[in-house]
């Protein structure tokens, strides 16, 4: 049986908000240092130029990292692929999931985006987020079903009758 794509795309930009409003928060603190030292020192454009360049390379990079980023789920498994010039590409099988939590911050409910937190049995990544996706709620329901599905065909329920798949044979001691 072929694995069906519940879910193929990148997670929304809306999960760079914060960024967006730090560099801004930054640049007007930038501003005010400079109109305000501005009556002491002789304005220096320059100095504000690589300020507001290296600010808004801070706030670029989660949104080109963002953009980099592509999350593929399908009924077996989870693969993320990340990167600009160097591409990691990670996978998760739904097996492995133990525990989804599904989280929208205000800001980005506006956006009708929200955040799975999933709790593995992985040692190496105990906890991985799939951050900023649309109808998180909608992508939850179908994962729990996916990883329910999973788990019957790899532990199906011991049966006695020997033409279903998974038959076992009862033993007496």
Known sequence: MANQVIFSGAP??????PALLKGGAVMAMIGAIHVCASTSFPFQWHVLLAQAGAVLIGVSLPFVKTAFTRIVIDTARISWTQGILHRR???LELSRIQHITSIQ???QRLFGTGTLILMTDDLAHPVRR???I???DHLHKLLDEAIAARR?????????DPDAPGYT???SV
């Open 130 to 132: 799939l951050p900023a």
């Open 12 to 17: 929304s930009q809306a999960c760079n908000l």
């Open 134 to 136: 649309r109808d998180a």
């Open 169 to 171: 044979q009862a033993r």
């Open 105 to 107: 911050p205000w800001w």
């Open 152 to 160: 019957e065909r790899l532990n199906p329920a011991n049966t006695f």
């Open 89 to 91: 590409v990670s996978i």
